[in-house]
């Protein structure tokens, strides 16, 4: 059997974006965003995907982000809402040269495709930036950019999202088909 899936960026649509985030301590849910992935939990695997060139720039160790995963798991699991997986890319152009598992480039997508049988096309990707618009249109899920975070406002790709949410609570509205 195939899964559907809703793909989550990290950093402005689950937790407030903070420039180099290197500690839990720093870590600030957006409002809304367990209940959000409590609801989409009934129907769609959660699985977070995020870019950290925090390791990378040399700022903060692979440990230290897992560290701040696994706290950010932790306080949503408390709350009802389950992430079933968090994969994020360490590398970043100017500092370890070109990955395939950098967003827009799909290699976190191909890895969960793979160990949860994902269907891609019945399945979400919610993001802030255009780069996990491009991301999700590159997998071919349909995407929704929310206006918490970037906004869309990072002006990195020219793309176009399925879909427009005010942040993470009505995406999962628009993606579970209630009224928004």
Request: hydrophobic share 35%; proline share 3%; with cysteine.
């Amino acid at each position: 059997m195939k899964n559907k899936a809703v793909f989550l960026d990290r950093d402005g649509v689950i937790i407030e974006h903070r420039h180099h985030l290197c500690n839990e301590r720093e870590v600030e849910f957006i409002k809304g965003s367990a209940d959000a992935i409590a609801r989409l939990n009934k129907d769609f695997k959660v699985i977070v995907v995020s870019n950290q060139s925090v390791v990378a720039r040399g700022i903060a160790t692979r440990a230290e982000v897992r560290q701040i995963n696994a706290f950010i798991k932790k306080s949503l699991a408390e709350s009802g809402a389950r992430i079933d997986a968090i994969y994020f890319c360490p590398h970043h152009p100017e500092h370890s040269g070109k990955c395939p598992c950098r967003k827009p480039d799909i290699g976190m997508l191909l890895e969960a495709k793979k160990r949860y049988k994902i269907d891609f096309t019945k399945s979400y990707f919610v993001g802030d930036s255009t780069t996990d618009i491009k991301t999700g249109e590159n997998a071919g899920c349909t995407t929704i950019l929310v206006k918490t975070g970037y906004g869309g406002h990072d002006g990195i790709i020219k793309v176009k999202p399925s879909m427009v949410a005010r942040d993470l609570a009505h995406a999962a509205q628009k993606i579970c088909g209630k009224r928004a």
